[in-house]
């Protein structure tokens, strides 16, 4: 009811329906029994169609009296039938069925009883054509429902794209957010230990040249190309994952095995060659625990080691506890340096990225100075629900056993 040029349209059809109506009229003898006024009548009625989609209710309300003084005047009954019917049909396609119905009967009722007045023989003639007005209104019923069913799929398809491309964005949002935080752990912790055996390198080189320790200087310089190595091989695991190139192409899996407890001992070793004293803790056996969780739980204490071995320096000692706490595993990383300190410059995204690596699993991390000195941060991640094949009387288990369970863990 909304189409362009309705207006337009709606004016063409009204001329067509007057040359119909006059067409049926002559073709009846309309010419020997219809006077000047009959005519005016017929062709009055026309007129209203002009706006039959703007207000279909006036429309037929103004043609109705014009109808009736036409068939009060014993002229040809079946000549405005065209108008009649398109004006019924407009208001069964624009309201609901009751109005529909009552217009119906309203409509048929007013038009018998106005010609049953004028000959009883022509009324029952008009009440018997008048199934057509019936078959009119049901077909104006039956495309509205047809135009609601159609309108409400392509709403209900609108709303679903409007989902998927929402979600899409979500997911893009969440798939950059983990990028982010992958790269900011790898990034900083190599960078930061890079840094600091750089320094020790250079102290050696310039303290004392003439009792230059040559081993001492080797061992900086091997520690360096050492995590140099360690950082290529992270970075080329998250581009591969950024690029795909690992399915396409045949190549190692881009989604290969997610750092875990297992390698803690390593992150130890590098930070303890920047100069940090570190002793390390884990409660739990190593490949016990669900991909997702492993990896949060060992990204937070490589964030931890880089903070403190970045702020409180070589020399500075570190306790990494990871054990399980009351249905979680509880990750405590301690150091008897200063923390993160405001300095003024731009904020890090440490901590920050150690809180929704956390949330992820859907943990709560807490970080900030000791009372007694130093600087801890604390996570709590809570175990995934075990699988139905798990005994409850059995030994803990903290990892699934479903392989779709442990690619979506690695996506998240």
């Known amino acids: 009811m909304r189409a362009p040029h309705r207006a337009r349209n709606d004016a063409l059809l009204a001329v067509a329906t007057a040359v119909l109506s006059t067409a049926l009229a002559l073709a009846a003898g309309g010419a020997e029994r219809m006077g000047a006024a009959g005519w005016a009548l017929l062709l009055g009625s026309v007129v209203p169609l002009v706006w039959r989609r703007r207000a279909p209710v006036p429309v037929l309300l103004a043609m109705v009296p014009l109808l009736a003084l036409y068939h009060g005047t014993d002229n040809l009954h079946t000549a405005p039938m065209p108008q009649t019917w398109i004006v019924l049909y407009t208001v069964a396609v624009t309201g609901r069925p009751l109005r529909t119905l009552v217009v119906g009967i309203g409509v048929t009722s007013v038009m018998v009883t106005v010609v049953l007045a004028l000959s009883a023989h022509d009324g029952l003639e008009l009440l018997r054509i008048s199934g057509w007005i019936v078959a009119v209104l049901f077909c104006g019923v039956d495309v509205r ?9 392509l709403e209900r398809a609108e709303r679903a794209e409007r989902t998927r491309e929402e979600e899409a964005a979500r997911r893009v949002a969440e798939e950059r957010l983990r990028i982010a935080r992958d790269l900011h752990d790898l990034l900083a912790h190599s960078i930061t230990l890079i840094g600091v055996q750089t320094s020790v390198a250079s102290h050696i080189l310039t303290v004392d040249p003439e009792r230059l320790d040559r081993q001492a200087v080797a061992a900086s310089l091997d520690d360096i190309a050492e995590t140099c190595r360690e950082a290529r091989a992270e970075l080329r695991t998250t581009l591969q994952v950024l690029r795909g190139s690992g399915r396409e192409s045949g190549g190692a899996d881009p989604d290969g095995p997610l750092p875990d ?5 390593g992150l130890v070793r590098a930070a303890e060659a920047a100069g940090a004293r570190v002793d390390l803790d884990v409660g739990v056996p190593a490949g016990r625990l669900a991909p997702a969780l492993g990896a949060a739980a060992y990204r937070i204490v490589q964030e931890s080691l880089t903070n403190a071995v970045r702020h409180a320096g070589a020399g500075v000692r570190i306790h990494v506890v990871v054990e399980p706490a009351a249905g979680a595993l509880r990750v405590t990383v ?6 993160p300190v405001d300095d003024g410059s731009a904020p890090g995204f440490g901590i920050v990225g ?8 859907g ?6 100075p000791r009372p007694d000195g130093g600087f801890e941060v604390s996570a709590l991640l809570p175990f995934p629900p075990p699988s139905p094949g798990n005994q409850p009387d059995g030994p803990p288990t903290y990892m699934h056993d479903h392989a779709p369970e442990r690619e979506a863990e690695t996506t998240s």
């Open 354 to 361: 150690m809180r929704e690596r956390a949330r992820s699993t």
């Open 261 to 265: 407890l297992a390698a803690l001992p």
């Open 145 to 153: 429902i047809y135009r609601q069913y159609v309108a409400s799929v």
């Open 334 to 339: 301690t150091d008897d340096g200063t923390g």
């Open 363 to 368: 943990g709560t991390l807490t970080a900030g």
